[in-house]
């Protein structure tokens, strides 16, 4: 009795409709009927596709930041409400709703055939607006139309449905919005999998229009031939007459709109969760969102028509409140996540966009079916408390619409921003459960019932605080710093915001670098593997006219920025970056950024979108420099596209630059003659350079030509100077050398190949491959080595004298030459790691063999190639490993000895070198040789567990007790010991 008396009559509010189809007779066939919820399924798919693609276009016009975003979809879900508010009297007032329905569907239809040509028409309005808050009112404007057509059909579906329904009315509006949402997760997949992809954003808007307009032409003629049995246009038709509003009507109201708000919080947050552990791609998000309606489907057309849930809806709709509570917090569970999509690519042999399929699906799909049973539940007690079928789902579509978009922006701008992704997971995961709880409570059932809700309230809570961790950074639940990466990696910052997780994280092994994270992405640090980005920024000043305003899109560690900012000549010096977190932790990669945000002045940085600042009005650049993420990734995608290189090029000046980053080792052979071809479509006069596994792509307004004279002069400043040297550039004729492709030779290489625009942004389509980092540079090395280009023929020796022009084209010829073999080196390299992976030893062999042979004739083409020689040693420190551990497999123990000591001499920052040559010594028994093995490995790496073994093992055997349990301690932390070496043990038991 603790809770039945003060909530007793709150229970009437969700008492079931009792509203049976035989109470009114109409004039249709079972086929008819059909036909209905076959229409409903293809407008549901047209509908989805529709908001998938005006979202996008209009979002990239007003900003790509998670601000806008949100703003952009709490309009179109506000536009969604308020056109079922005006629909909801007059579908109570026609006996013809399908007519009005699939006049809804036309008007929905044309306006999509239109609407890609009116965006290009308004887009110069946008550009103009890019920095006024009005931009948005302009968006609400071009969306606020169809999104009210599409709105104002739910009430006139629901009425139909409710009056044709053989079960309650509840169940009714179940089935057909079911149908409705199964047509959207069709939708959704095939937008973002085949449309977009195969036709581009505007004609899969125009495909969507042309089935929406078909639809609404044969609902318009089936509705003109079906009316409602016995009764006349303009006549009220209540469902029973013994309706009455409530005065707890407002309930009904709140809770409507509550679980509106947590089902898109929820949706959202599955979202960009899933994308923090499985990759931020197209797939991920199209997975999300499908399995997701799919989830609603179900729940919408299988909860209702439970015997339960008609006699306690209120009951009912608690305990699903409850259960997707306790099964939403599966989908922000990190380690998991990685875990499975380990075990589907490598041990199933999935690919990886159906590997997270598969896991958004599982994750997902349960929780998204209790949600989906909250509205059907809700609309029996809407249409009592009306009294009309049109205007009560009409206001309850409404207050759960309204409630979505209030979530969308308390996400975007509140949640995410103060509590982060787990914050804001356990907020709205908690919320959940409360709600469902106090509504069981208020419910008429038993009291161990009632009990039972509130303990497993409570029991989700538990497991919501302790299964997602708050407290703990979702980074450290990742496999940046789990499994294998648990004990080398140590998280120095960590800071979320509204648009990405920044990560700042050291890798405690010889050589790793600091590195910054995005989200699970590496996207920059201070390894080696990250020199390229000094060429970003010194390659444009070299070649510039007259270097004096520069720009540079992204920031990352400021790699690029401090390279420019190297150079004297270059006084106004702007970036854009959009994540305010990336420039909060720059401090930690002073060594490669030059402090450039403290050091000078005229530097000046802006935290928003990079197209943004190239829409707004001002002074021409003299250079452009891009350092994006991959091209593959929707955050990063319309940076590479034909139409934002035309909006760079009105931006910069007659003899202006644009660099654009291509990792070639992460993109197909074909993707990358797309990035050109779209590159080369604005920027004729193109040169591509390569630089270990990048290419810098240098796109001149004027005439392409290299002025060798300040091209020399500002290589040789000091500082310039220093830096490119620590970008393995050591001399001004190793940058020229570095060409692979001049106009020409560009054109030659992009023929036939399609331009990539923002309309089709198809590389959004294209993740890594199993051999990504393989057989894709393989691939673009085999290409880039099939032509020879003639650095002669671009290189502008104007100002020199007659002397020197001899000896510079002469010296020029001999570093390419060499270059070019250091390029086949690098080549064979891949083409062995290739056949390594792929299980063929004896191919991996010969390719090592031409490596070096390559190398060999590199320094007797040009003795003075620093890179060949560093390469040269790199080999060999290699072979000599590999030499020496298959020795030490065979049993040959002073072979061994002699091959892995002279690999630890040839490179002294070698950890398996010497681990390696420990290893041998100690089981030649050589313990003071091989303790000072493991000494050496572990000043490179003080926790390297095989190390700390046997080097407690050795302790142990010269009696220094102390010492070994400190040591096995410690490596006992990370794992058991290398049980597959019984020496180690014979040692120890001796």
Sequence with gaps: ?????????????????????????????????????????????????LEVAWIRRITLLVGGTTYS???????????????????GRVADRTSRPLRWYGGLEIGIGLYALLFPSGISMLEPWFRGLSHSPLRFVLAGLVLSLPTLAMGATFPLVCRWAVRMGRHSAGASVGLVGGVNTLGAAFGSMTAGLLLIRVLGIGSSIRFAGCLALGVGIAAWFLGNRMKLAGEEEGLRTPID?????????????LVTSVTGLLGLSLQVLWSRSLAFFLGGVTYTYS???????????????????????????????????LAAAATAVVPVLGQPMDGLLRILIQGQGMTYPVAVFVISFGAVVVPAFFLGGSLPLLVSRALEETGQTGRGTAWLYAVHHAGGALGSVLLGFLAFGLLGLKGASVLMLVSAAALGAGLVLMGEARRFVRWGAFGMATGVVFWVFFGIAPTRPAVSDSFVLSGDHRFDRQLLEFREGANTAVSVVNNLRSGGGVGLYTDGFEAAGTSEHYRYMRMLGHLPVLLSPSPKRALVIGFGSGTTAGAISLHDE?????????????????????????????????????????????????????????????????????????????????????????????????????????????????????????????????????????????????????????????????????ILAALVLTPDLCRKFVADAPVMTDDWPILE????????????????????????????????LSGVSDASRETIRSEAGLYARSMRCVLEARYHRSRGMLSALSGNPRAADESRKEERVSLDRSLLIYPGNQLARDLLQQTTVRDLLMRGVEALGEGDLGRATELLAGAARTDPGSEMAFLKLGIARFRADDLSGALASFEKVLELYEREPSALYYSAGILSLQGRKDEAKKRWDLASEQGPPPLDDPDLFIGLGR
């Design 241 to 253: 007459g013994s309706h009455s509003r409530s005065r707890y009507s407002g309930l009904l109201w």
């Design 1 to 49: 009795m603790l809770f039945r008396r003060p909530f007793r009559r709150l229970n009437t509010l969700f008492a079931p409709v009792n509203n049976r189809g035989d109470e009114f007779r109409l004039e249709v066939r079972g086929f008819h009927i059909q036909l209905l919820l076959v229409f409903l399924f293809f407008t549901g798919a047209a509908s989805l596709i």
């Design 69 to 87: 975003v949100s703003l952009v979809v709490a309009t179109f879900l506000l536009c969604l409400s308020l056109g079922a508010l005006l629909m």
């Design 287 to 321: 997975a999300v969102l499908s399995s997701f309606l799919v989830g609603l489907c179900a729940g919408s057309i299988l909860i209702p028509r439970l015997s339960w849930a008609r006699r306690a809806p209120l009951s009912v709709l608690g305990w699903c409140q």
């Design 570 to 734: 270059v006084t106004d010096l702007e970036i854009a970056e959009i994540s305010k977190e990336v420039l909060e932790v720059e401090h930690y990669f002073s060594e490669v950024n030059n402090q450039v945000l403290s050091r000078r002045d005229g530097v000046t940085c802006r935290v928003t979108d990079g197209r943004k600042v190239l829409f707004s009005e001002g002074e021409p650049y003299d250079l452009v420099s891009l350092e994006p993420l991959m091209p593959y990734t929707p955050a990063a995608v319309h940076l590479y596209t034909r139409d934002f290189y035309e909006v760079a090029r009105s931006r910069l000046t007659d003899q202006g630059i644009l660099c654009q980053w291509i990792p070639i080792h992460a993109i197909s052979l074909s993707d990358m003659r797309i990035l050109v071809r779209s590159f080369t479509e604005v920027f004729p006069e193109t040169g591509v350079w390569v630089f270990e596994h990048s290419a810098v792509l240098i796109g001149m307004c004027g005439k392409f030509s290299i002025p060798f004279e300040s091209f020399f002069a500002r290589c040789q400043e000091p500082d310039v100077l220093t830096s490119l040297t620590k970008a393995s550039v050591r001399s001004p004729y190793g």
């Design 765 to 796: 389509y294209s993740p890594l491959p199993r051999f990504a980092l393989t057989s894709y540079l393989c691939d673009n090395l085999a290409t880039f080595l099939a032509e020879e280009p003639s650095i002669g023929s671009v290189l502008d």
